[in-house]
């Protein structure tokens, strides 16, 4: 069994920063890749940012230069540091892990979402 619990949403003024935290647990036997997902009302689930257990990050053009992924090896948790927030931000976004369970199974496992909203 692999859950994800995700924290750090909520609402902030055009420009403002959030700090989003989603930590890992259960049955992990180890992480390939933790990342961060985002879907707006009628729109399509996007990649935001992807990190590998080793350290090396993707992000979608849109968020580059304002968005960072981190990731705590110890504790399983994957972090994403959002500056300079725009209305566009605005949406569910869900953390992701891929990783090999205790059993040897390749295990994908969502997030349940945290809102994030960015007034104009």
């Known amino acids: 069994q692999v859950q994800l619990v995700e924290s750090g949403g909520g609402l902030v003024q055009a420009g403002g920063s959030l700090r989003l935290s989603c930590a890992a647990s259960?049955?992990?036997?180890?992480?390939?890749?933790m990342g961060w997902y985002r879907q707006a009302p009628g729109k399509q689930r996007d990649l935001v940012a992807t990190i590998t257990n080793g350290g090396s990050a993707n992000y979608a053009d849109s968020v580059t230069g304002r968005f960072t992924i981190s990731r705590d090896n110890t504790k399983n948790t994957v972090y994403l540091q959002m500056n300079s927030l725009k209305p566009e931000d605005t949406a569910v976004y869900y953390c992701?892990?891929?990783?090999?369970?205790?059993?040897?199974?390749?295990?994908?496992?969502w997030g349940q979402g945290t809102q994030v909203t960015v007034s104009s």
């Open positions: 992701n892990v891929v990783c090999i369970s205790t059993n040897y199974y390749l295990v994908e496992r």
């Open positions: 259960g049955s992990i036997f180890s992480i390939r890749a």
